[in-house]
Structures are given as C-alpha cells and as structure tokens.
C-alpha cells in the first residue's frame, strides 16, 4: 500500500490543537483536506481557531481545504459529513479520528466522584464518535481498495492519566483499532492507533506558560501540532502498512523508524519508559 497521490482526507476535531496540525501536515503534501470541527469562527470559542481558518491554511500550503462544521455528538451531522465526501470526491483515502470532548479540569486532581459528571462526555466525543466516523467512512475506504483509518490516542490507555473517564475512552479507540482491523483486512485497509506525547497545543501551552519555571522542560520536548500527521503521512507511504494495521503504536517510536523529524528538526522523545508499553492484543478470534 502507498497512499501517495491525490489523497483524500478527512480530519475530525481539526478546528485547533492536534486535529488542526494533523490536517495542516497532511495538507502541505497536496492532500485535499476535509476539516470538522463546531466552531464556525474565530471567538465563537474561548481558544482560537475555525473550520474554515484550518481549511483556508491547508489551501495556502499547497493543499485543498474544505471545512465541515459538524458536531461529532450528532450521527446525522456525521452520515451527512461523509455523504458529502463521497459526493464530491467519490472516494476517501485516510480518516484520522481526532474530535475530542475535552471537559474544563480535566487535569484537575482529585477522585472521579468529586468531578462533575459530565466527564463522560468524553466516552460520547472521542470514544463513540470514532466508531461511528469509522462506520460512515468504511464503504468510500472499501471502495479504493485500500485506505487508512488512524486513531489518535495516548499513554492513558495504558497508565492512569486524568481519571477514568480519560482513560477509558483512549484504551477504548485502541482496542477499536485492533477490531476494526480484523474486519477490514480482507479489503486492505489498516487500522491503527497512535499514542501522541504532550503537544504543543492551544490548550496545554496557556497551561506551561502560566508556570514555565515547572513546566520549561515539558516545552522544549513537547511535540508540535503537526508531528502526528508528519506521522501520518509517512506511515501512509509503507509498502507494508497492513503488517502494522490493528495495533497500537507510539508516534515518536515511528518517526524514528520512518526517518522523518518534527518541523523543528528533531525527534520527540518517546514516554514508554514512564508510562508503560503499548497495549499488546490477542491473536484470538471469536466470532
């Protein structure tokens, strides 16, 4: 396999953070890009960024960016989101599922039970959504006769990190991964996961800057916004994608293998040896 020329793309959660440097990298390689996200324009969210900026900046780096608002808590919103991509372009070549409900103190210590509730909004956006992205997608990815479908995910699957509602959603999309994969190798199309490190993100830079003095060395080896989608784009090159396909792998482990760096030149470091070795499935089968 080696998804190379005229991709199509979709990237959910991409109105900033991650989402948005993953749809960016992917955008720089010609990709046409689609973007969704809820956020229609600039501060009609507390931190920056829109659809339709991520989409106009993927155009301006050489791809084709077209945004979606679309809320990833509403299956209408998402069937309609790929009856569109198959309208347009009649196929889709990679979805990365990235949308993500990220609750206000979500790194607030403390037990679940003194947490509001509403954390498990983030089994809804980020676990679910995944699923069901994945079940819209998977007849335009069928129909190339190969394809790609990336997770994003974290070390939280594996070790306690923000609570169990956290935790829960990331090992979820692995093991999701590690399934989906067995149900598309007939047709070709991999299935992965990839646990990203601290990302310099909108989000988790306001928190570093507020105590640099704590936080100086987080910085200086957090990863940028568009590694995981450099990621991405080179593990969609392998002639031999559908040997990794169903397991969980950790993004700057990959890098490394794939030779390529982040925009600044350097490889991220890979947490493994502080947070624990990725999930390893079994080969068993019941169906």
Known sequence: MSLTNDRVVVVTG?????GKGIALALGATGATVYVTGRTREEGAAPL???????????TRLGGKGIAVVCDHADDDQVKALFE????????????VNNALAVPDGLTQAG?????????????????????????????LLLRNGEGLIVNTSSFGGRCYMHGPAYGAGKAAVDKMAHDMAYDFKPYNVAVVSIWMGLIKTERSMAVL?????????????????????IVI????????????????????????????????????????FIFGDPTIFSDAVVE
């Not at 991409?14 to 991650?18: E, K």
């Not at 920056?48 to 900046?57: F, I, K, N, Q, R």
């Not at 679940?112 to 997608?137: C, T």
């Not at 969980?248 to 350097?266: M, S």
Request: glycine share 8%; proline share 7%; net charge negative.
């Open 209 to 229: 800057e507020a105590q640099p003095e704590l936080y100086a060395e987080a910085i200086n080896n957090a990863e940028s916004p568009q590694f995981t989608g």
């Open 84 to 95: 569109q991509v198959e309208r347009e372009q009649g196929r889709l070549d990679i979805l």
């Open 111 to 139: 037990p679940f039970w003194e947490k509001p509730l509403a954390f498990q909004d983030i089994l809804d956006v980020g676990m679910r959504s995944s699923y069901v992205s994945s079940y819209y997608a998977a007849p």
């Open 14 to 18: 991409a109105s900033r953070g991650v």
């Open 233 to 272: 784009d080179a593990l969609a090159k392998d002639n031999n994608l559908m040997a990794r396909s169903g397991q969980v792998w950790v993004g700057a482990e990959l890098a490394k293998e794939y030779g390529v760096t982040d925009i600044d030149g350097r490889y991220p470091p890979s947490h493994r």
């Open 48 to 58: 920056p960024g829109s659809v339709y900026a991520t989409a106009d900046e993927i």
